[in-house]
């Protein structure tokens, strides 16, 4: 469960970002959430904070990943050390909203996707001095197309926040899958 929990964590660390300015489309998700397994309950005001403070921050975000054989590396830290606490703050309150049967981002195919692909993707976290490690790999050719299609729009999130993030614009799922 470990494995399948973090596997979506970076998937959520860009999609939640997506839903900050998404004000019709919020409360339909936390519904959603929560008519789907009420784990949600009690968490909903901590993600969304630490989401704000990330999106708010994005320019103090710097992640480099790197593709491999199986999916992608990725380090993702900030030299302030409360946006670097934020950044592994999220990545543990997305892992249980995935351990509890959530999702995100349901307007976006290549989300949708990789949430349709999640036994088949695996994810390692590790927080470190100044943020979040991440090792992600997929068991087919097709979840490791997402994995590394995934990697490279989280980037442009942190890149962008919610310039890109808040029209939930849809990303392409690969041709693979
Ligand atoms: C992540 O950081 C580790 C430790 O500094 C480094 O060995 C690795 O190359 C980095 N990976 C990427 C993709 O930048
Ligand atoms: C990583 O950091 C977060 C935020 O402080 C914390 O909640 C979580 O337990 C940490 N994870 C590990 C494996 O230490």
């Known amino acids: 469960m470990t494995l ?4 979506v964590v970076m998937l959520l660390l860009v999609g939640s970002l997506g ?3 998404e004000v019709s489309a919020w409360p339909a998700m936390m519904a959603a959430m929560r ?3 009420g784990g949600m309950d009690g968490m909903d005001g901590g993600v969304m904070d630490t989401i704000q403070h990330l999106m708010q921050n994005h320019d103090k975000i710097t ?3 790197a593709h491999t054989s199986a999916g992608i590396t990725a380090n993702t830290t900030s030299s302030d050390p409360q946006v670097a606490g934020w950044l592994q703050q999220h990545v543990t309150e ?3 909203l995935v351990e509890s049967g959530g ?3 349901q307007c ?4 949708v996707s990789v949430f349709e692909h999640r036994d088949e993707i695996s994810l390692e976290v590790t927080n470190t001095t100044h943020g979040v490690s991440v090792t992600e790999q997929g ?3 097709c979840s490791v197309a997402l994995v590394q299609a995934h990697a490279k729009v989280v980037s442009s999130f942190v890149e962008r926040g919610s310039a890109e993030a808040r029209r939930c614009n849809p990303h392409q799922v690969p041709d693979i899958c």
């Open 4 to 7: 399948l929990s973090g596997a």
């Open 35 to 37: 008519g789907r397994n």
């Open 63 to 65: 992640r480099h990943y």
């Open 103 to 105: 999702f995100i981002r």
């Open 19 to 21: 839903f900050v300015h």
């Open 94 to 96: 997305m892992k249980h």
């Open 139 to 141: 068991t087919s050719p």
């Open 108 to 111: 976006d195919p290549l989300f």
